[in-house]
């Protein structure tokens, strides 16, 4: 009962990303100009901002109690397993921080900071629940199948890819929130160059997103194709085949971003993308991991 709610969870929360995102694109952020309450009400009007801003503030709210109910469903399905049951509480204290950072950057009128750090907590909780995903079956190593020396091949790949597809979601954040995301206009070119002019910060941190972005993007192949070619496991190369096929549509989404003048849907989806690609990244690391059941 854990997992299939665990996964829930999960759906749950990439929705609460998507919501996040679209606020943001949408200039929402500050459409409810309070804190914990709407205009001083907890069910204010719905309308325009107000419905979008609002929406993300409830789902999120409801995001906590149904986590909650799933380290229950954990420590109720697997007593043996008691760190699965701390890492559940970690869980619901970065909820509980994430709110609080989610009121700070409405109090205090979006810094950038925070704004990127409140994004950051959100892929580490999602990282959390594919780790939990990943440990919460009979034996996760036997699942994954092969012998030592291919669960540590498939640690390594899901290792490098989530490392570094979290490290670009963060430069993605920055760019973000330091409004630099048309700081290029044109795309797949920077201002009509290869290398554009970097006199200016915006100018750096977007080509920067693009140029590591490529980079990752080519590891994160290049893992995907050493899961599919030297790992046995189904459910493995399964996962190796969504990373590469993801990445690959993840950089032409970023590229449409640009083209289409940051249309919200686009640019959410973007940071959906990000974060379902962390997911099965740490979901391969996690399941490799040989620890064992306990």
């Known amino acids: 009962m854990a997992r299939p709610f665990l996964l829930f969870v999960l759906l749950w929360t990439i929705a609460l990303i998507f919501l996040g995102s679209y606020v943001h694109a949408t200039d929402a952020s500050l459409a409810c100009p309070d804190w914990p309450t709407c205009f001083g009400t907890m069910m204010p009007e719905m309308t325009g901002g107000v419905f979008w801003e609002h929406l993300h503030r409830l789902w999120a709210g409801a995001l906590v109690l149904l986590f909650a109910v799933s380290v229950a469903l954990l420590r109720r399905s697997h007593p043996e397993r008691i760190w699965l049951f701390r890492l559940g509480l970690a869980g619901i204290a970065i909820l509980l921080v994430q709110s ?4 700070l950057t409405v109090l205090l009128r979006l810094p950038d900071a925070i704004s990127a750090a409140h994004l950051a907590m959100a892929l580490v909780f999602v990282a959390l629940l594919a780790i939990l995903l990943a440990r919460t079956g009979r034996d996760p190593a036997a699942a994954v199948g092969g012998g030592s020396g291919e669960r540590a091949l498939a640690l390594r790949m899901g290792v490098l890819a989530s490392l570094l597809l979290y490290a670009q979601s963060m430069v993605g954040a920055w760019v973000r929130h330091r409004d630099a995301g048309m700081a290029c206009p044109d795309s797949p070119l920077c201002l009509g160059r290869l290398v554009p002019p ?5 100018v750096q941190l977007h080509y920067l997103h693009r140029v590591f972005g490529v980079l990752v993007a080519l590891v ?12 046995g496991s189904r459910s493995v190369r399964l996962a190796g085949a969504a990373l590469g096929a993801a990445v690959a549509a993840q950089v032409l989404l970023g590229f449409l971003s640009v083209a289409a003048r940051l249309d919200p849907v686009l640019v959410s989806l973007h940071t959906v993308l990000a974060a379902t690609l962390l997911a099965v990244a740490v979901w391969v690391a996690a399941s490799s991991w040989e620890r064992g059941p306990a």
Do not use: Y
């Open 220 to 231: 994160v192949i290049a893992c995907s194709w050493t899961l599919l070619r030297r790992c």
């Open 198 to 202: 970097l006199e200016f910060g915006i």
């Open 100 to 103: 609080l950072l989610g009121g």
